[in-house]
Each structure stands twice: as structure tokens, then as C-alpha cells.
């Protein structure tokens, strides 16, 4: 009666490694995960493994898919060494799950483009030929899905590394490692919480920060608009969560493309442009579902 | 012996239209240019439609392609009416080849566009799944070329009015009509010949607008590549041409990434990833070609 193979998923985040399996992406976002503090590697995977090796007992696991922080350098098959999560440079997921796993099929990619691959498959943005993932959370990231795949190319976007003007009076030195003021340097929760000297949970809606965040996210996605022309933008991470900053960010980035682009999407329906993701929350792990099934077509230890 | 079809090739720039017939790209490359001062759309059109219909008589055209400037409405069919090219708002490309050759199949796109496909075909970007072409010219604009086939997406890409940080001290107005101080309107080149009230091919490459100039370059090179992640990135355009800019943007934007991409393209490699067109000043009628060829495979009038 069951088919459909039954997977396993992992959204491994610099905080959390969220697990569960499948045999569909409502099965996974509806089951209960399990979820594990990200410590060390080896504390932390020895964890992870464990659960599924327990799950993979009871019923086998047909293939792995991982939606990983990064930058993951693919050439390496590792997580670069430049991640600010220092305990994990050069972690390879390949090799952890092997020891455990043997050569049962691994996919893995960034947890943003995972995320973007899911909200197109199954989310926002069902369709679209050319589609953008944005998170807001402790750092900024993204992915870009064109006709169904995301783009690679050299390494993968980072989008959280590009420039963006200086709001007026803002003198913050940012708090980006590698480049100071760069996006997630000003406007990541990370670069909230040492601006304000308050997490942003702690700010309330009014709080003059949700003006300063919602200008920087603005110009972040006008210049994403520009540079890549998806025909729906989708906005997710923890910070995207504020209540009332989607709807700054939408009039800031009508404000300053000021009618160039002769698209409804970006004048009268920029609410329909610049959404939330349609999977909540789930996008992530439902993403790395899906490179678990893709994993799977493509046959043994395939990335 | 010439079983390969004769097709029509038109560049076509807010100053001038390249005109050119060829059966193979170096045919086109290689054979002199009819070239047609861009005026009125009537006077233009006639012109250009004139001089092919006369090559039509002698040979037979099969397809017609355009590169023609922007932005373009594709769901107008049509020029943007947001064009600063006032007399070309809302021009019909289709409508106007048609009064004069029918249904012959014609394929028209951006001016970038075409030029990151001919790139990709047959020049610097052969054989890469991502690759960006980027015009620095009277305007700034690019294309993303995805396993051969460039980005539409929600209209085009629309790389000259991303935003970038100011230089420290440059307090530049911008040129733009829509925003001011985006990228276009503090470094085209319009924007060089107005902040420094002469055109750029009148300040020697000592002068400090080259210095200011390959700033911004290397803003918006870094922010194309933490965006999109291509494998390569060709710097096209007339302002280009200026002799030391391409190597002082290839060291700023080393500098700016700082070693966070962990690929020698973007450090030691850097001149083999940023690099000068593979196709000289052809990239833009050699790109209209390709769209002839493939109008051709696509059939009658498509675009």
C-alpha cells in the first residue's frame, strides 16, 4: 500500500538540526521532528544519526536529504571554511552519514536553495520559471530557482554578502566577519541584536529598528529584483516574522523602483510578489525532503 | 553549397542600429556593418528595413533577429514605456518588421541578453551553466545566461538600477530619471560625462574618475555574484574599453569578497572570471544573430 519510498530529512541549521522522514512533503511538515541542539560535529551528528538509524530499523530509509547552512564549497563536498559556525569547517556531510549510512543516496544543498526548490514545488511559488527564496534570520541567505533547479554556478548565491546603500544617520560597523557592513552585516537578526543591544523579539513592533530593517531588506530585494527578474519574491526567516515588516518592506520596494519595471507585481499587486513562503515555517526541512527525493531518483550517494 | 540559412541580424542601440546578414556568427563578425543613426522609430525603421529588404531581394533572409535596448514589456510586446528613449516608448518591434517582411520568423530580446548568449555560445563564457554578462556603457545593463538560455523571468534583468554603497565623499546627484543614484546613475557612462562635464573618452586613464568609476564597478560585480554565483562574468560596453579599468575592478572585487567565496576565481583566478567580451564590441549583433537562429528553429513570428 506504501510504494512511496520513506526518506529522511534534515534542516540543519547553525542552531538546530530539525530531522525527519517521509514518504510526502505533508507527512514531513505534519509529523512531530526531532530536534537537535547543533554543538560539535560529532555530538551533534552522533545524535542525529542515531534517531534515524532507530526510524531506519523500524522501516528502512530509502535516501537522505540534507538542507545545510553553508557556504558549502561543492568541489570540497564540504562545508567551507569560511562559515562563521568555525567548529564546522570543513564538515562533510558525505562522509558523517556514510559512516552510519553506507552509500544509501544523500542529497544535499543549502538549506536556502532547499528551501527555495520546496516553495516552488509545493509553496509560494508553484510554477514560476524564475523564483527567489530570502531568509531573515540570524544571517541572511537565498537561493534562486529557475524552471524547478537552483542555480549553482561557481559555489551558490550568498545573497546575504551583497553591498547596499547606508541608511542616513547609521553608523553601525556591522557585524559581518569577512566584510563588516555588507547586508547581513546590517541587517541580520545577529546585526540587530548588537545594534539595539536587544534580540529583535525583544523590540516591539514600533521600535524604530523595523524601520532601519525594513529599508536594508528593501534594497536587498530591489536589487535581487533587478539582477534577476523572478516573478515572485518569497521572504522567510525568523525576523521575517515581525509583525508589520513585510508590508514596509512591499512600500519601500514599490517606493524605489518607482514604477521602472512596468510589472503590476512591483506597483498595485506587490502583495502578491513579495510574500510569505507558502510552507511557513516547514520550507526548510520540507526542502531537504526534496533533495531526498531527488537523491533518490539519481541513484546511490549521488549530491 | 550554401545549405545553411541567410539570416538578418539588427543590434540595435539608442544611438546607432547595427545592421549585418550573415549565415554563421563569423560571417556576421566579419562582414562590414550597415550602420543607421538612431533617430525617430519612422525614419530609423525605414532605414534599417530599406537596407535589409534590399538584401532580401538579392538573397533570400530566412529570420531576423533583434538585440534592441530597454526595457522591454514582452507581454506588451513592446519597447517599456519607463524607456529614457522618449520616441521608442512603446515601439513594436513585431508590428514594425512585419510591414515589411511578413511573418518571417523573428526573435528579438535585450541588447544583454543577446550578448550573454552569443558569450556563452561562441565566446568567454562557452560552456558554463551560469554566466553574466555585464554592458557599461551610455546605460548599464546585463544578462543571465542559465545553461544557455537567458533569464526573463518576471521582465529582465535590470542590472544598472541595482543600489550599491556611495563612495565616501562623492555626492553626485545620479543621473537615472527613475532613481537618482542607483548604480546607472552614478556610473554609466552619461554619469561620468555629467559629474565630470566631459565624456569619459576625454579623461585620461590617470584621471580620478576611473578610480571612483571601478569602486562602483566592483560594487555591483560583487553584488552579481553574491546574487547569482556565476562561473563568469564578462565586462562589455565602450566604457570598458578604457585602458587599466577592467584590472582595477578585478582587484577591488577581490578585495570586497575577501576570501568568503572560497574559489580562486575570486582570488588568484580573478582575471580569468572577470573578463573582457570573448566576441570584442561583436557580442551585441552576433547576439541578434543567435536570435534569428533560433527564431528560425522556433518557427514563423515567434519571439
Not at 57 to 86: M, N, R, Y
Not at 220 to 234: F, K, L
Request: proline share 6%; charged share 20%; glycine share 12%.
Amino acid at each position: 500500500m506504501n510504494a512511496t519510498p520513506l526518506v529522511g530529512a534534515i534542516e540543519a541549521g547553525g542552531t538546530k538540526m530539525v530531522c525527519a522522514v517521509g514518504r510526502t512533503w505533508r507527512e514531513v511538515r505534519d509529523t512531530p521532528a526531532h530536534v537537535v541542539p547543533t554543538t560539535t560535529p560529532d555530538e551533534t551528528m552522533a545524535r542525529v544519526l542515531d534517531w534515524f538509524a532507530a526510524r531506519h530499523a523500524v522501516t528502512p530509509l530509502s535516501a537522505l536529504g540534507v538542507a545545510s547552512f553553508g557556504p558549502i564549497d561543492f568541489a570540497a563536498d564540504a562545508i567551507a571554511t569560511t562559515t562563521p559556525k568555525e567548529l564546522w569547517r570543513g564538515f562533510r556531510w558525505r562522509q558523517a552519514i556514510a559512516t552510519r549510512f553506507g552509500d544509501l543516496p544523500l542529497g544535499y544543498d543549502t538549506d536556502t536553495n532547499a528551501a527555495g526548490v520546496a516553495e516552488w514545488r509545493w509553496g509560494a511559488a508553484r510554477g514560476r520559471d524564475v523564483s527567489v527564496y530570502v531568509t531573515v534570520g540570524t544571517g541572511i541567505g537565498g537561493g534562486i530557482v529557475v524552471n524547478g533547479v537552483p542555480i549553482h554556478g561557481l559555489l551558490h548565491p550568498e545573497f546575504g554578502h551583497m553591498f547596499v546603500p547606508r541608511q542616513a544617520g547609521d553608523d553601525f560597523v556591522g557585524t559581518c566577519p569577512s566584510h563588516g557592513d555588507c547586508l547581513e552585516g546590517l541587517a541580520s537578526g545577529e546585526a540587530i541584536a548588537r545594534r539595539w543591544r536587544r534580540a529583535g523579539r525583544e523590540l516591539d513592533a514600533n521600535h524604530p529598528a523595523w524601520e532601519l530593517e525594513s529599508s536594508y531588506l528593501a534594497l536587498a530585494v530591489v536589487n535581487i529584483v533587478m539582477i534577476t527578474s523572478p516573478q515572485i519574491v518569497v521572504l522567510g526567516g525568523g525576523v521575517m516574522g515581525v509583525e508589520g515588516l513585510i508590508e514596509r518592506v512591499r512600500h519601500k520596494v514599490r517606493t524605489a523602483v518607482n514604477g521602472y519595471l512596468p510589472r503590476a507585481e512591483l506597483s498595485t499587486n506587490v502583495d502578491r510578489y513579495l510574500v510569505t513562503p507558502g510552507l511557513g515555517t516547514y520550507s526548510g526541512v520540507v526542502g531537504a525532503f526534496a533533495l531526498a527525493q531527488r537523491a533518490l531518483d539519481a541513484g546511490p550517494a549521488s549530491t
